[in-house]
């Protein structure tokens, strides 16, 4: 059994904090170098840049990638499918550590797998020991899509397959983000006998809430959907709460499925979530997209998990 605590933190003691170990991104995004940049490099003893792959080409990359060279260090490439150098790094840097370990993941560019193998070695590779991990995001203005997405996969994200059989009732939480009829497509699939929504909200970004709101509608309004939730997006705190609180009613006896689909603290408190109750499963949602660029806003979040797995 698991101990995990999920605590909102702020970037300001971020900043001052030592770590043993911190993880970056460099992608197609601007906003991937928003955070590395406030922060102070002497504080961090082991940094690893992981870049994509599969976005080597854009100029927006080569920039970042850049960046990161002359400032941290020179970036791993490896797919966002592909979790084994993060796993290789940990144990390379941590593995003789005997106080609680701290490590530093700016996941706001990053492969929800990249993030998930963090605390899948929190749970499983860190031989009992309290690992600390503090989680920060820079929030990003997007871009219109031109095109809809197109779901190439679900599968479940490793470490959060939830049960490995049917039981009474199934249900399904959906994360909303901007891909309504995505979003239904998992819905048909899943074949779900009950239904929750939920979304993050925010005052300083209405006009994100009411979008969201009417690319879900369908979703919103359908027979088996029995609530809609929101809480305050800055607070993955909250948001870990209330999703555990929702599903708790189900566990004993329901097939549940976490579907974040909208932006990545959802998906971080979904997984959270689903580590934390073994029959609670997290969907991953493989799609084809643009690859459209997201500025950074300057508004951050930043949230501390606490861990400390089976020895």
């Known amino acids: 059994m698991i101990s995990l605590r999920v605590l909102d933190e702020d970037l300001e003691a971020v900043k001052d904090q030592v770590y043993d170990v911190s993880l970056f991104a460099s992608g197609y995004e601007s906003r991937c170098t928003y955070i590395p940049r406030t922060l102070n490099k002497t504080c961090i003893r082991h940094p690893l840049i992981l870049g994509f792959i599969e976005e080597s080409k854009s100029k927006r990359r080569a920039d970042n990638d850049s960046y990161f060279s002359e400032a941290w260090s020179e970036p791993i490439l490896l797919s966002g499918d592909d979790e084994k150098p ?19 993941v700016d996941y706001s560019s990053m492969s929800r797998l990249w993030y998930a193998a ?32 197109v779901i190439r996969s679900m599968v479940s994200i490793p470490g959060c397959e939830g049960r490995a059989f049917r039981m009474r009732e199934s249900v399904a939480v959906f994360g909303l983000g901007f891909h309504g009829l995505a979003a239904l497509c998992v819905l048909d699939h899943l074949e779900a006998d009950a239904v929750y929504a939920f979304l993050g909200a925010t005052n300083s970004a209405k006009a994100y809430v009411d979008k969201t709101r009417e690319s879900n509608r369908e979703l919103i309004e359908h027979p088996k959907t029995k609530a809609l939730l929101e809480w305050p997006l800055e607070s993955l705190e909250t948001a870990y709460r209330q999703l555990a609180e929702t599903v708790a009613p189900h566990r004993p006896d329901g097939e549940i499925t976490l579907v974040p689909m909208g932006p990545k603290p959802q998906v971080l408190a979904s997984i959270l979530v689903a580590m934390r109750f073994q029959e609670v499963a997290c969907l991953r949602v493989g799609h084809s997209r643009e690859a459209l660029d997201v500025i950074a806003t300057g508004d951050t979040i930043a949230t501390r998990v606490i861990i400390k797995g089976e020895r």
């Not at 796993?87 to 106080?99: E, G, P, S, T, V």
Request: charged share 25%; hydrophobic share 45%; net charge negative.
């Open 86 to 104: 993060i796993y290789d790094h940990l144990r390379q840097h941590l593995i003789n550590a005997d106080a609680p370990v701290r490590i530093l």
């Open 118 to 149: 963090v605390l899948n070695w929190a749970r499983f590779g860190a031989s009992g020991r309290e690992v600390v991990i503090d989680f920060v995001y820079s929030m990003g203005r997007y871009d219109e899509e031109k095109h809809p997405m």
